[in-house]
């Protein structure tokens, strides 16, 4: 089927992950920063983690597919693996031809197209190379740097380099240079790979402004929300519109909401402060209730997209554009101390399975338990290291097939 995902809610039938591998212990405190991680997870323990979120999703009928695995059939030819070793060579933005040749060399040197896809996420070592004698003053700058191409971290949040919107893809523009390296394995993917070439994009990653699959959110089958955040632009939102609207076909797409919410890392996503856990129930993070600034495009005359500015709280917005009472569910009961250290650790942040089903992570319990509650049937998942990284069990699935 490709990809088929109208809903945040509809019964999950495919789903894309990333186990967290070495870019992990390629993490160093001196470098957190430059690398968007806020702390180091001890990679054994995320990795288990990672393993029961998968097992729990694979028991509720759900097909787990690997990023690295994806990946690693697509260059299965030969062709494509030059490709590829190219523009990732190009995007590691390596400036010595010398060091560039040995890199290409020692990525062409493995036998397992799995671990070559796995190396080049991991990071490259200086010290994995062989030795060069430095000819140039571009071999002599950043010296004590010590990768020559730098691990990606923040790979196992899946949800962010590309968004499934109804039967196409947002293939996204990142934030950073850090994390725009990281689309380049979903390029070649709904390039090259037999079930996802020719899925239709609606956003690419070569477009000028950043948009991030976290702030990206299929309320209903028309009605698209987006948070214009601090990786999201208003303008890559009003690009995506117009694609939507003008420049595809087969969208049922009749409304595209964007969410103005504060700029700063504790709100980086839409789906960081809100999701969807049943037909009429969100989880939120209650600073993000409103009242809200929310500007309503839909397709105008002549090529133009409309764009109607509105304030109003988010259960009023909700309520409106679902057709229903929308009940919110306050992360840590709206108590600020709890609600701060659980949003944190992503209480809003839930993956729903089914209408009423959600995954979570363990360490929210007071939001948890406020979930069942309301009727919410959890489903909890080990996050003590996963957890490190900023993102939830949305931030770290990516939907590929929902049920109509």
């Known amino acids: 089927m490709g990809i088929q995902v109208t809903s945040e809610i509809k019964p999950l039938k495919k789903v894309l992950l990333h186990k967290p591998g070495e870019e992990i212990e390629n993490l160093t405190p001196e470098y957190l920063e430059r690398l968007l991680f806020d702390d180091i997870p001890f990679l054994e323990v995320a990795q288990q983690e990672h393993d029961a979120f998968a097992e729990i999703l694979r028991q509720n009928g759900v097909e787990v597919v690997y990023l690295h695995e994806l990946a690693a059939e ?53 010290n994995e190379l062989p030795a060069i004698e430095k000819k140039s003053l571009v071999d002599l700058v950043d010296d004590e740097y010590p990768f020559v191409a730098d691990p990606m971290p923040n ?32 390029d070649f993917i709904f390039k090259y790979h037999p079930e996802h070439k020719g899925t239709k994009r609606l956003y690419n990653r070569d477009f000028e ?103 109003m709280t988010l259960q009023e917005i909700l309520s409106k554009h679902l057709g229903c009472d929308v009940k919110l569910i306050r992360c840590g009961g709206g108590d600020y101390v709890i609600s701060q250290r659980e949003q944190w650790n992503d209480g809003s942040n839930t993956l729903c399975i089914k209408p009423g089903e959600v995954v979570v992570y363990s360490r929210n319990h007071v939001t948890n338990k406020l979930l069942v509650e309301n009727g919410v049937k959890i489903h909890v998942i080990p996050s003590s290291e996963l957890s490190r990284g900023r993102g939830g069990p949305r931030c770290m699935s990516m939907p590929l097939v929902r049920e109509l």
């Open 74 to 126: 697509v260059i299965a030819d030969e062709k494509i693996k030059e490709e590829f070793l190219n523009q990732f060579l190009d995007e590691a933005d390596i400036k010595s031809e010398e060091v560039r040749k040995n890199v290409y060399d020692y990525l062409k040197s493995f036998k397992s197209n799995e671990e070559l896809i796995r190396k080049t996420m991991a990071g490259i070592n200086k």
């Open 209 to 311: 402004f950043s948009i991030e699959g976290g702030d990206i959110l299929n309320i209903s089958e028309t009605v698209l929300a987006i948070g214009i955040s601090q990786r999201t632009t208003p303008q890559a939102i009003e690009r995506i519109a117009e694609r939507i609207f003008f420049e595809t076909e087969g969208n049922k797409i009749e409304t595209v909401l964007a969410f103005d919410i504060p700029k700063t890392r504790a709100y980086m996503h839409l789906d960081t402060v809100f999701t969807q856990v049943d037909h009429d129930k969100f989880t939120i993070h209650p600073q993000i209730e409103g009242p809200l600034k929310i500007f309503e495009l839909t397709k105008g005359e002549n090529g133009k997209v409309n764009i109607l500015e509105e304030t």
């Open 155 to 186: 790979l196992y949040f899946t949800r962010d380099p590309f968004a499934s919107i109804g039967d196409g893809i947002s293939l996204n523009k990142m934030y950073s240079v850090t994390r725009n390296r990281e689309t380049i394995y979903a």
